[in-house]
């Protein structure tokens, strides 16, 4: 319980805590930077770290002179590219031993070769628009790799969507983040951040479950009868 209260100590505060992260690294803190976004978008197992709500934040530190604004979305968009290249290359490799299993009620093999079609179709959009969404932004990748998304296809995609994420989110912080009504209440921007990079989860998950409940309401419908057939 203490490991999550105090992940949203500082996630609430990251803010706070950025301040004396860049003092006790000093220009390593590129490094740590790199790191962190790395690691969210390139491991399947760590979606938790900080991901929109760290550029934000780098970038309004860049503004106050504290961070350097070019070496920040050079290195971290590098990262973002890697990173995402890598959970794609773990997908290609162990993506059909996941989902090998037929019976599998997560992992079914026609659920890749669905991905497969789905991103061979979609994939602009969705490698895309993954990068903005938390938690999806990590598995995408990962997904495609498994899928057999082809590589040079699925790097432009990579490529464009690193570029706009990091720069979205580190040039957002650069030319707002220091507005006074943002700089005193970080910790309210941060949650409207996340809300608002979920949402669309949201508003997917609850479209889908109306959908499903509405195939289910007409799959029990009573039929009417067609009558006697006369002889």
């Known amino acids: 319980m203490s490991v999550v209260k105090d992940f949203l100590e500082l996630f609430l505060h ?17 490094l740590l930077f790199f790191s962190i976004v790395f690691a969210e978008t390139g491991f399947v197992v760590t979606p938790f770290l900080p991901g929109d709500s760290l550029l934000f934040m780098v970038g309004a530190f860049a503004a106050a002179g504290s961070l350097n604004l070019p070496t920040l979305l050079i290195s971290l968009i590098a990262a973002a590219v890697i990173g995402d290249s890598l959970n794609y290359a773990v997908g290609s490799f162990i993506g059909h031993k996941v989902f090998k299993k037929e019976n599998s009620r997560i992992f079914k093999k026609e659920y890749l070769e669905r991905t497969h079609k789905f991103y061979e179709k979609y994939g602009a959009k969705t490698i895309v628009i993954a990068r903005f969404v938390p938690v999806v932004r990590t598995f995408a990748p990962f997904v495609a790799g498994a899928g057999k998304m082809s590589y040079g296809k699925f790097l432009t995609y990579n490529i464009v969507g690193g570029v706009l994420w990091v720069a979205g989110f580190v040039l957002s912080g650069f030319w707002f983040g220091n507005i006074p ?49 006369k002889k």
């Open 181 to 229: 009504i943002i700089r005193d209440h970080f910790s309210i921007v941060t949650l409207l951040i996340v809300v608002l990079s979920i949402l669309p989860i949201v508003i997917e998950y609850y479209k889908h479950r109306r959908n499903k409940i509405a195939l289910s309401a007409s799959a029990i419908a009573p039929v009417e009868p067609l009558g006697e057939v």
């Open 14 to 30: 990251l803010d706070q805590h950025l301040v004396s992260i860049i003092h006790a690294f000093g220009p390593l803190v590129y």
